[in-house]
């Protein structure tokens, strides 16, 4: 666990501190003391389920909500909510599209555009790079409804980058995407960062946060539970490897916990049927699970063995899957 409040850098080399942000709807803590930074040119993954906290977070960041304490910086600058010139540096790809859809992809630009005072030649130039950088040239015409859900995606995260932020956030750019558009989605991302954007992505896809991401940070209800590289993180688990097992009729009681301790056993989890058991050496680990199973009558129907991951990370971490429910 990372104490609350501490940051994972050194002052002067990031772009952007969070300083213990809180954020309660209601009663309810949505986000609960959430710190790090991010570092020039850096990929950054937020990862966490749904309803970690992340996109109340980069509203915060991005000014859209302001949090009920706690601190934004950018270069070092307090931000200070909606208004803050300071706020031109970051483009935000929100979670929910933000277009018109009876307006053509060119003209929802011009929306977009129009948010940044761009307009006239200076508009035409960065509409352009927009519909280029999105493939989008030859529908830059069409009305967004007539689009895939794919092409309104990637006409959402052009509409963010149009006056060219150093800071770029993408709050689960790829949720609702065929397969094509987020690849194009990816390798668009690829080419920001090798021009030295520094991206904030969120996601609750862990095989995209291993793919882009340079430092991944786990939240989960409204916490930072880890911020590391994500070699850093796999390191630290004291499993390397994972067998899944569904089980017939898994039985009541608390026969978990016992597997749980026996010697060579990182971890155990049964989620309805699933058995997930975290062991060190997968060879002894699961000939000694499964005798167990056998010798107490537990019928196992299926048996799989991954290689730890960030799902094992959060895993280890929480006793929860990472999974959509
Ligand atoms: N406008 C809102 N009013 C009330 N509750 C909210 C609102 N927005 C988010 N929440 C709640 O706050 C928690 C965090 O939500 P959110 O930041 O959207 O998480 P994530 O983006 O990680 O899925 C969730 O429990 C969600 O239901
Ligand atoms: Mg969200």
């Known amino acids: 666990m990372i104490p609350k409040g501490a940051l994972s850098l050194k002052a002067g080399g990031s ?17 609960k003391g959430i710190s790090f930074a ?10 966490g389920p749904n309803g970690a906290g992340k996109t109340t977070t980069v509203s915060i960041i991005a000014g859209l909500i302001s949090p009920d304490s706690g601190d934004v910086q950018l270069d070092g600058h307090s931000l ?3 208004t803050d010139p300071l706020k031109a540096r970051i483009g935000l790809v929100p979670q929910d599209l933000a277009l018109f859809e009876d307006l053509s992809a060119r003209d929802n ?14 508009l ?12 989008l040239v030859d529908r830059a015409k069409d009305k967004v409804k007539t689009f895939s859900g794919g092409m309104k995606r990637r006409l959402n995260l052009a509409g963010a980058l149009l006056h060219d932020p150093d800071l770029i956030i993408l709050d689960e750019p790829t949720v609702g995407v065929d397969p094509q558009s987020r690849n194009a989605i990816f390798e668009g991302l690829e080419a920001l960062r090798a021009r030295g954007k520094t991206l904030l992505y969120t996601t609750h896809y862990m095989e995209e946060a291993e793919r882009l991401c340079d430092r991944i940070v ?31 009729d898994p039985p009541a009681g608390a026969w978990v916990e016992e597997l749980a301790a026996l010697p060579g056993i990182a971890s155990a989890h049964l989620e309805s049927a699933l058995l997930t058991i975290g062991l060190a050496e997968l060879g002894p680990g699961s000939a000694a699970v499964l005798s167990w199973l056998t010798v107490r009558r537990i019928a196992v129907s299926h048996a799989s063995t991954e290689r730890a991951d960030l799902e094992t990370v959060f895993l ?10």
């Open 15 to 31: 772009v952007l501190e969070l300083h213990d942000i809180r954020k309660s709807y209601g009663a309810h803590q949505a986000v």
């Open 316 to 325: 280890a971490l929480t006793g929860r899957t990472l999974r959509d429910e």
């Open 38 to 47: 991010i570092r020039s040119g850096e990929t950054l993954g937020l990862l």
């Open 109 to 122: 630009l011009a929306v977009f555009g129009a948010l940044y005072g761009l307009k006239g030649p200076s």
């Open 124 to 135: 035409d130039r960065a509409a352009a790079g927009a519909l280029s950088f999105a493939g």
């Open 80 to 82: 200070g909510g909606d």
């Open 218 to 248: 786990i939240v989960d209800h409204g916490e930072v539970i880890a911020d590391d590289t994500v070699a850093g993180l796999t390191r630290r688990l004291p499993m390397r490897n994972l067998l899944r097992l569904e089980l017939e």
